[in-house]
């Protein structure tokens, strides 16, 4: 409304007034962070190495390991879209803790 109580009309396509003098920090920071890049690491290497050293570790000497390259793939799978690096890690892991069972479960 106006002083004099007319009512004015608001055009609601019109873009609001843009403060031309923000700074470039201020910039950034109502700018949304990526998920996931740090800039030192991505997820993908994060979970393709941690994987593969638990796969390692899992077919060598702790097969209750392959439970973490399991998990990595399926991060994966899930988050980067990977299918192939996803199944390998998925495949890998499952296979010595299914071996890992069968040798516990053929003494009972």
């Known amino acids: 409304m106006t002083q004099d109580g007319a009512e004015t009309a608001v055009d609601e396509n019109k873009p609001e007034a843009v403060n031309e003098n923000k700074s470039e920090a201020e910039t ?4 949304p962070e990526t998920e996931g890049d740090d800039g030192f ?3 993908y290497v994060v979970y393709v190495v941690g ?3 638990m796969l390692s570790v899992a077919w060598l000497a702790l097969p209750l390991l392959g439970l973490g390259a399991i998990y990595a793939g399926n ?7 990977k299918k192939v690096s996803a199944g390998v890690l998925m495949l890998g892991g499952a296979a ?3 071996l890992w069972l069968a040798v516990r479960l053929q003494g009972l």
Do not use: F, Q, T
């Open 28 to 31: 950034r920071e109502d700018e």
């Open 51 to 53: 994987g593969s050293i």
């Open 41 to 43: 690491l991505s997820d």
């Open 75 to 81: 991060r994966l799978r899930e988050d980067e879209g």
């Open 96 to 98: 010595p803790v299914a």
